[in-house]
């Protein structure tokens, strides 16, 4: 049997490899019902805690982490334990939680023709969340698949899930990415070194100019004013468009995404400006 300090720990792991960054999902330390928003609470995590898991090779759901992680977790929560249920020919593990994403599951051999299927449902999921997760733990039983999250194979799973359960609703707000960005820098897993070597090569002049002011003044809303005197200068006043503003800068984040950088940096601000935050 499995518990939330166990699925606290699986999804530490995933945080310190990436997965979740580099997927298009977004760590927050509170609970947001949204499919892509990731519940890591904030327990104040000591750096031993992170070192264990790091270190530790269980990267599962269902596998065994450090017994001095789960007990630094246990000490700071009551944790919820899984059930045991059969359907559909399978033993289901499952956990009822806050935390995590919106559906986990992982998929485990036990002999020749027989499997258990650990899984996980968020208290905002319905009946049909739950059978679109199953779902594509029976797919990954069928093609004998250990793709995780980002790869073809995933992502075919989740095409599969969608045409049964339709596509579930992917908004992602600005305050979404933002505290995830902020969250995870505390964390000590946003990689903002692939922003300062950003090759420049990709961009107009235009747009160079005006990255390089928004980054200057990170954290600083930069007027619409303001963004259009970096673009067109002295011309500013009879070129001035908010639809060719919002225009140039779909374009760099177009551009910032095509260099490998999976995260929002640009934000718009309704009414005042554009902001630039890691």
């Given at each position: 049997?499995?518990?939330?300090?166990?699925y606290?720990?699986?999804?530490?792991?995933?945080?310190s490899?990436?997965l979740?960054?580099?997927g298009?999902f977004?760590v927050v330390?509170e609970?947001?019902?949204?499919?892509?928003?990731?519940?890591?609470p904030?327990?104040?995590y000591?750096p031993?805690f992170w070192?264990?898991?790091?270190k530790?090779?269980?990267k599962n759901?269902g596998?065994?982490y450090?017994?001095?992680?789960?007990?630094?977790?246990?000490?700071k929560?009551?944790?919820?334990?899984?059930?045991?249920l059969?359907?559909?020919?399978?033993?289901i593990e499952l956990?009822?939680?806050?935390y995590?994403?919106?559906g986990s599951?992982?998929?485990?051999?036990?002999?020749?023709?027989?499997?258990?299927?650990?899984?996980?449902q968020?208290?905002?999921?319905?009946?049909?969340?739950?059978?679109?997760t199953?779902?594509l733990?029976k797919l990954?039983?069928?093609?004998?698949?250990?793709?995780e999250?980002?790869?073809v194979?995933w992502?075919?799973?989740?095409?599969v899930a969608?045409?049964?359960?339709?596509k579930?609703?992917?908004l992602?707000s600005?305050?979404?990415?933002?505290k995830?960005?902020?969250?995870?820098?505390?964390l000590?897993?946003?990689?903002?070194k692939?922003?300062?070597?950003l090759?420049l090569?990709e961009f107009?002049?235009?747009?160079?100019?005006?990255?390089?002011?928004l980054?200057?003044?990170?954290s600083?809303?930069v007027?619409f004013?303001k963004?259009a005197?970096?673009?067109w200068?002295?011309?500013?006043y009879?070129?001035y468009?908010?639809q060719?503003m919002a225009?140039?800068?779909?374009n760099?984040?177009?551009k910032i995404?095509?260099l490998?950088?999976?995260?929002e940096?640009?934000?718009?601000?309704?009414?005042?400006?554009?902001?630039?935050q890691?």
């Amino acid at each position: 049997m499995f518990d939330e300090a166990d699925y606290i720990c699986f999804l530490a792991k995933s945080i310190s490899l990436g997965l979740y960054q580099s997927g298009g999902f977004y760590v927050v330390p509170e609970f947001i019902s949204n499919k892509k928003a990731v519940y890591f609470p904030n327990l104040n995590y000591s750096p031993k805690f992170w070192n264990l898991i790091k270190k530790c090779k269980s990267k599962n759901l269902g596998d065994s982490y450090p017994t001095e992680a789960l007990k630094e977790i246990t000490s700071k929560i009551m944790p919820k334990k899984s059930k045991v249920l059969k359907k559909d020919g399978l033993e289901i593990e499952l956990l009822n939680t806050d935390y995590g994403t919106s559906g986990s599951y992982f998929v485990k051999k036990k002999k020749i023709g027989t499997y258990k299927v650990y899984m996980t449902q968020r208290t905002d999921n319905t009946k049909v969340d739950f059978e679109r997760t199953l779902l594509l733990a029976k797919l990954k039983i069928k093609n004998k698949d250990l793709a995780e999250i980002g790869s073809v194979n995933w992502h075919k799973r989740n095409g599969v899930a969608e045409y049964f359960f339709g596509k579930p609703s992917n908004l992602v707000s600005d305050d979404l990415i933002l505290k995830s960005n902020k969250y995870l820098k505390k964390l000590g897993f946003y990689d903002n070194k692939l922003l300062s070597n950003l090759n420049l090569k990709e961009f107009t002049l235009q747009e160079t100019n005006l990255l390089q002011y928004l980054r200057d003044n990170e954290s600083k809303i930069v007027s619409f004013d303001k963004t259009a005197e970096i673009l067109w200068k002295n011309n500013s006043y009879d070129k001035y468009s908010p639809q060719a503003m919002a225009k140039v800068i779909e374009n760099m984040r177009n551009k910032i995404r095509g260099l490998g950088i999976n995260k929002e940096v640009i934000f718009t601000k309704r009414g005042r400006g554009y902001i630039f935050q890691t």
